[in-house]
């Protein structure tokens, strides 16, 4: 019997868009970390954000890339319907408690505390709920109401910016793409966007026209990089080399690559498997890995990396000390843990050897990738920092290292003690 929780997501999205602007450095609200962190929980069949998208023009096009059903709740007349929008989704999330018994839980993504009876209705009537929200916007009220509580800022892929770089002086040129990939970046250093203002604000004043602003690439998990032998060297080979060539070209390749790219294979295996190991009180088998790969990425295929089979990524990550394997309840479907988790002194000693390493310094852009070239499950919000940038300066005050500002290159610079 299927025992897989299907989850249904509302999102009260003015009060997630508000609130990150509001209370992340003026950082741009992303839905992927929560469909990450959701993937690791169950299956997801509904996905529903409810706003006057006439004031999200650019968040829109990032969640219809993630498949969110859109309801308009249109504000006219400078009248402001501040409520339309929630009773709309308490409405909806009633009717499809009643109507759709297979739906199991309840994500609820709102710091408001209008929704607690909400709530406790869906509690009475046997659904798991789950809410999301950012953590200085969040009514005290909510979380215990809920079974469990997510905060946005401290979901893996969310960087905040640091509070010092929000009152520091705008620098040009680059700016990291803070939109919750998980590739590291500057930690976190994302690019303010133009304030957005709440229908209850544009009521009461006449809106400015607005120029057309590029639209984000947002955070995809589809992306890889596909490498396939030449079919004269696949024919006479054995299957075992062309496997190994294949990831260790990946990682070298990786090392030229943009601070903002994806992360790597290794790295998306060794962060769900550190989500799953948190959300289950039991263990993790190579299947339900497996599957959660592929909630995250439906496109997800071992052999787009050489593979042919997930179990021989599963030994070759095992080789290479990545991943554990011992046996599981059925043959062929061992259970996968990660290795013995590093404490903070042991990751600041990482980090000094990966600068030692880069000849002694190197720049913040960039580094959290290199970092996890070692150690693919690394993770600084797991050591209990909001950003790479908070763990860096982690390091410098234990004397890991050095960290200072550097002009010329417009970021952070990093020294080896």
């Known amino acids: 019997m299927d025992t897989e929780e299907r989850l249904a997501v509302f ?30 929980r169950g299956r997801v069949v509904v996905r529903r954000a409810y706003a006057d998208w006439s004031y999200f023009d650019e968040d829109r096009r990032m969640l219809t890339r993630h498949q969110v059903e859109l309801i308009e709740m249109t504000q006219r007349m400078g009248a402001s319907r501040k409520n339309a929008a929630d009773i709309k989704m308490v409405v909806d999330a009633i009717e499809m408690a009643f109507e759709r018994e297979y739906i199991t839980t309840f994500v609820m993504c709102t710091g408001d505390s209008d929704f607690s009876p909400l709530v406790h209705k869906l509690r009475e009537l046997d659904k798991k709920v789950i809410g999301v929200g950012v953590e200085n916007s969040t009514s005290r009220l909510l979380p215990p109401a809920c079974d469990e509580f997510l905060f946005y800022d401290r979901l893996e892929g969310v960087d905040v910016p640091d509070e010092s770089e929000a009152s520091a002086p705008k620098r040009s040129g680059r700016g990291g793409k803070g939109t919750g990939r998980s590739g590291g970046g500057r930690g976190g250093r994302a690019k303010t966007p133009a304030p957005v ?18 639209a984000t690439s947002g955070a995809t998990s589809g992306t890889r990089r596909r490498r396939k032998a030449p079919a004269a060297e696949a024919a006479v080979e054995p299957a075992a080399e062309p496997v190994e060539s294949v990831v260790e070209t990946d990682l070298e390749q990786e090392d030229a690559a943009p601070a903002g790219e994806d992360a790597t294979m290794e790295v998306r295996v060794a962060q769900t498997l550190a989500d799953l190991q948190a959300s ?24 787009d990396y050489g593979f042919r089979t997930f179990g021989e990524f599963l030994r070759f ?27 903070t002194e042991g990751a600041f000693d990482l980090l000094r050897q990966v600068v030692r390493d880069a000849g002694g310094s190197a720049p913040l852009s960039g580094l959290k990738n290199e970092v996890r070239k070692r150690r693919p499950d690394f993770s600084e919000k797991a050591l209990g920092y909001r950003g790479f940038l908070q763990f860096a300066k982690g390091a410098a005050a234990a004397g890991a290292v050095a960290l200072a500002w550097d002009d010329d290159a417009d970021d952070y610079l990093l020294t080896a003690s």
């Open 11 to 40: 999102l009260d999205y003015e009060n997630l868009a508000l609130g990150a602007r509001d209370h992340l450095g003026g950082m741009q609200f992303d839905f992927k970390p929560i469909a990450d962190a959701l993937a690791v």
């Open 197 to 214: 203002e709440s229908p209850a604000e544009a009521a009461e004043t006449p809106a400015p026209a607005e120029e057309p602003a590029p």
């Open 280 to 303: 289950t009180s039991g263990s993790v088998t190579a299947s339900m890995l497996k599957r959660t790969l592929v909630r995250k990425d439906p496109t997800f295929s071992e052999s």
């Open 317 to 343: 990550l095992a080789d290479r000390d990545f991943v554990v394997l011992s046996d599981g309840p059925s043959a062929g479907d061992p259970e996968v843990a990660l290795p013995a988790q590093q404490d």
